[in-house]
């Protein structure tokens, strides 16, 4: 039942009320700027959750409609696929707030840091409620914009490089998209998700060239923002961001905008028939990005361009299962790209808490650091073994999900493709946890103090929640497999 409900709007703009109290607070009271933030995180949270609840018994809420033009129109919609996306963003938003209290005390700039860490999460809801084509797009273009202050923050060489590489991808994958806008208004003369996809995709035999040209834009557009190889070397050199920042290109904001999008184009514009028709190309492409970036990340002794070079492997796992174009197949992207947002959170706020309290940011320098940390390192080492997908783990679920998705599609040589990311998974991330933990090192090991109490409890309670979703992964499988009679 579609429904016209106001409530749709406070999630998107309460992050900018939120930025305009965040800048108007004194500058000598930046606990003000603090409880801003965390206040708009919760109240953001609390009404996803809200509509979320009533999304899952069957309600779509929507907003009026502005009107640009005759086939141009703005408005906001939730659905079932926007209400996972927007809960999981929000509800992890809230804990790396958290842990930016801790992360970024005593650096320079923490006002403009606070401002625009806010309303990308406003940002961020817009993606997910937008609905239609041309509301994602605006909102997907501010995402750019708003993000570059944090991926400059430091304001060094390396970091105004990361901007202008970051700017000049994320630029070029917009306009692949724009043209992909235009050509698909042209012939279909809408712009409007419905689930299962437009009507006129629905009959592959009757589409001509123009439909596909639109499709192969959408696929490297959003494969942008989505890291798909060989669009992705944006990704590592962004990695000069504070580690809160990292953790949200990572695992909520940018990187997952890219994937979701693409979701809302297979699923709510194109639709299953015709794309499962031809996506045997594209299945390709996303085999070779899950296992050049496994490979690559096994070569990086930063750790944190190593969980860079993971994501890039991990988002081809939902890409797989969006591009599948089949019902487990879906079931697998949708829930790895809440397992991973949860694991990869986890791996990065560990990264953070190491550099934060050591100084230490190459693997080769983390020898005995696991007894000298043991709470970071253990839960980075839980968090590693829910990547690698070792049963009964949330990220051994959702590639469960995916094999099955590929035999269903006749695709038997992507389960090996996942078996073989699996141990290449393994083979860059458990030599971190046995050097930390089983590697002598030359001085004495002695306990320190971790991390302020802001960034360790948000670690911790997001380690628990990682750990438990893989007992409730079957419930989160029941909510995706329940709106499946609307996209197959």
């Given at each position: 039942?579609?429904?016209?409900?106001?409530?749709?709007?406070?999630?998107?703009?309460?992050?900018?009320?939120?930025?305009?109290?965040?800048?108007?607070?004194?500058?000598?009271?930046?606990?003000?700027?603090?409880?801003?933030?965390?206040?708009?995180?919760?109240?953001?949270?609390?009404?996803?959750?809200?509509?979320?609840?009533g999304v899952f018994n069957g309600n779509i809420y929507s907003s009026p409609r502005f009107i640009v033009n005759g086939f141009l129109q703005i408005y906001l919609s939730l659905d079932?696929?926007?209400?996972?996306?927007?809960?999981?963003?929000?509800?992890?938003?809230?804990?790396?707030?958290?842990?930016?209290?801790?992360?970024?005390?005593?650096?320079?700039?923490?006002?403009?840091?606070?401002?625009?860490?806010?309303?990308?999460?406003?940002?961020?809801?817009?993606?997910?409620?937008?609905?239609?084509?041309?509301?994602?797009?605006?909102?997907?273009?501010?995402?750019?914009?708003?993000?570059?202050?944090?991926?400059?923050?430091?304001?060094?060489?390396?970091?105004?490089?990361?901007?202008?590489?970051?700017?000049?991808?994320?630029?070029?994958?917009?306009?692949?998209?724009?043209?992909?806008?235009?050509?698909?208004?042209?012939?279909?003369?809408?712009?409007?998700?419905?689930?299962?996809?437009?009507?006129?995709?629905?009959?592959?035999?009757?589409?001509?060239?123009?439909?596909?040209?639109?499709?192969?834009?959408?696929?490297?557009?959003?494969?942008?923002?989505?890291?798909?190889?060989?669009?992705?070397?944006?990704?590592?050199?962004?990695?000069?961001?504070?580690?809160?920042?990292?953790?949200?290109?990572?695992?909520?904001?940018?990187?997952?905008?890219?994937?979701?999008?693409?979701?809302?184009?297979?699923?709510?514009?194109?639709?299953?028939?015709?794309?499962?028709?031809?996506?045997?190309?594209?299945?390709?492409?996303?085999?070779?990005?899950?296992?050049?970036?496994?490979?690559?990340?096994?070569?990086?002794?930063?750790?944190?361009?190593?969980?860079?070079?993971?994501?890039?492997?991990?988002?081809?796992?939902?890409?797989?299962?969006?591009?599948?174009?089949?019902?487990?197949?879906?079931?697998?992207?949708?829930?790895?790209?809440?397992?991973?947002?949860?694991?990869?959170?986890?791996?990065?706020?560990?990264?953070?808490?190491?550099?934060?309290?050591?100084?230490?940011?190459?693997?080769?320098?983390?020898?005995?650091?696991?007894?000298?940390?043991?709470?970071?390192?253990?839960?980075?080492?839980?968090?590693?073994?829910?990547?690698?997908?070792?049963?009964?783990?949330?990220?051994?679920?959702?590639?469960?999900?995916?094999?099955?998705?590929?035999?269903?599609?006749?695709?038997?040589?992507?389960?090996?493709?996942?078996?073989?990311?699996?141990?290449?998974t393994a083979a860059y991330l458990f030599p971190i946890v046995g050097i930390a933990f089983f590697t002598k090192t030359s001085h004495e090991v002695r306990r320190i103090p971790e991390?302020?109490?802001?960034?360790?409890?948000?670690?911790?309670?997001?380690?628990?929640?990682?750990?438990?979703?893989?007992?409730f992964s079957g419930k989160l499988s029941q909510l995706i497999l329940g709106g499946l009679k609307v996209l197959f």
């Amino acid at each position: 039942m579609d429904r016209i409900s106001w409530l749709v709007f406070i999630p998107v703009f309460l992050p900018f009320l939120g930025l305009f109290m965040i800048i108007k607070a004194r500058k000598n009271y930046l606990w003000m700027k603090r409880v801003f933030s965390i206040a708009v995180a919760l109240l953001v949270f609390a009404v996803n959750a809200y509509l979320a609840a009533g999304v899952f018994n069957g309600n779509i809420y929507s907003s009026p409609r502005f009107i640009v033009n005759g086939f141009l129109q703005i408005y906001l919609s939730l659905d079932g696929l926007g209400a996972v996306f927007s809960t999981l963003a929000s509800f992890l938003w809230i804990f790396v707030t958290i842990y930016s209290f801790g992360y970024m005390r005593g650096h320079a700039r923490q006002l403009r840091y606070f401002a625009f860490f806010t309303v990308c999460l406003g940002i961020t809801m817009g993606i997910a409620y937008a609905g239609n084509l041309f509301t994602l797009y605006i909102f997907y273009e501010m995402l750019t914009l708003a993000t570059y202050p944090l991926v400059i923050h430091k304001e060094d060489g390396k970091a105004h490089e990361a901007g202008k590489k970051y700017l000049i991808y994320a630029f070029s994958g917009a306009a692949l998209i724009l043209a992909g806008m235009i050509l698909l208004s042209t012939y279909s003369g809408t712009l409007d998700f419905v689930a299962g996809g437009q009507p006129a995709f629905n009959h592959p035999d009757t589409l001509g060239i123009p439909f596909s040209i639109s499709f192969i834009l959408f696929f490297f557009g959003f494969g942008v923002k989505a890291a798909i190889v060989p669009l992705h070397s944006w990704l590592p050199l962004a990695m000069v961001a504070p580690t809160p920042v990292s953790a949200l290109l990572h695992a909520v904001a940018v990187v997952k905008a890219g994937v979701f999008s693409m979701a809302r184009v297979v699923y709510y514009i194109i639709g299953t028939q015709w794309v499962s028709s031809f996506n045997i190309y594209f299945l390709y492409i996303i085999a070779f990005s899950i296992l050049f970036g496994s490979v690559l990340a096994i070569g990086q002794d930063n750790l944190k361009k190593r969980l860079a070079y993971s994501t890039i492997s991990q988002l081809g796992y939902v890409l797989l299962g969006i591009v599948l174009a089949n019902p487990r197949g879906y079931t697998g992207g949708i829930l790895h790209l809440v397992n991973h947002a949860l694991i990869k959170i986890v791996l990065f706020l560990c990264a953070g808490c190491i550099m934060r309290t050591t100084g230490k940011t190459e693997i080769s320098q983390m020898k005995g650091i696991g007894r000298e940390m043991p709470v970071t390192m253990t839960a980075f080492g839980i968090a590693s073994v829910c990547l690698v997908g070792i049963p009964p783990t949330n990220g051994f679920v959702s590639k469960w999900y995916l094999s099955l998705g590929s035999l269903d599609a006749g695709h038997p040589f992507l389960v090996a493709v996942l078996l073989i990311s699996a141990l290449l998974t393994a083979a860059y991330l458990f030599p971190i946890v046995g050097i930390a933990f089983f590697t002598k090192t030359s001085h004495e090991v002695r306990r320190i103090p971790e991390v302020p109490s802001s960034m360790y409890y948000p670690l911790l309670f997001l380690c628990i929640v990682m750990t438990a979703s893989g007992l409730f992964s079957g419930k989160l499988s029941q909510l995706i497999l329940g709106g499946l009679k609307v996209l197959f």
